[in-house]
């Protein structure tokens, strides 16, 4: 929404650190990553579902979240799991996925690291791009494009 990095630069200024929740999820923001970058302009954190990478929610969240982590986006990842029985975290599913792409430490800092961070009340550390291989029709595409 309009306004929302003046909002979350506010919430900065009082001493909190805001935390934006699979923003990959959020309506309207396919296309306007750039709303995404001044929220962490303004000083918010980003957070990624498992289940956003591993496809749980369909194509349209997993596309933008391996965008978020192709730009170096993302501070954290997990489950958004809340307790509720008929889910599963798919915490391997998530390693297994970033792993395929080469991001094993990218896991370890998004999952591990950076969340124990968060609770010690430090600032997350950068987690380095993650780039998925090209599927073969983005390579086929790329014959006839340059």
Do not use: C
């Amino acid at each position: 929404p309009p306004g929302t990095p003046q909002v979350l630069a506010g919430i900065v200024e009082k001493g909190l650190v805001p935390v934006v929740a699979h923003p990959e999820r959020y309506s309207g923001i396919d296309g306007h990553l750039h709303v995404v970058r001044q929220w962490k302009e303004a000083g918010a954190f980003l957070q990624g579902n498992h289940g956003s990478l591993t496809g749980r929610y369909g194509p349209g969240p997993r596309a933008l979240i391996q965008r978020l982590l192709a730009e170096g986006l993302l501070d954290y990842l997990s489950s958004d799991f809340h307790g509720r029985p008929h889910l599963e975290p798919l915490v391997d599913e998530a390693r297994e996925a970033l792993s395929t792409m080469d991001g094993d430490a990218a896991f370890q800092l998004l999952a591990s690291i950076n969340p124990g961070r968060l609770l010690d009340g430090e600032p997350p550390l950068p987690v380095p791009p993650v780039v998925p291989d090209p599927t073969l029709m983005e390579r086929i595409k790329s014959w006839f494009t340059g």
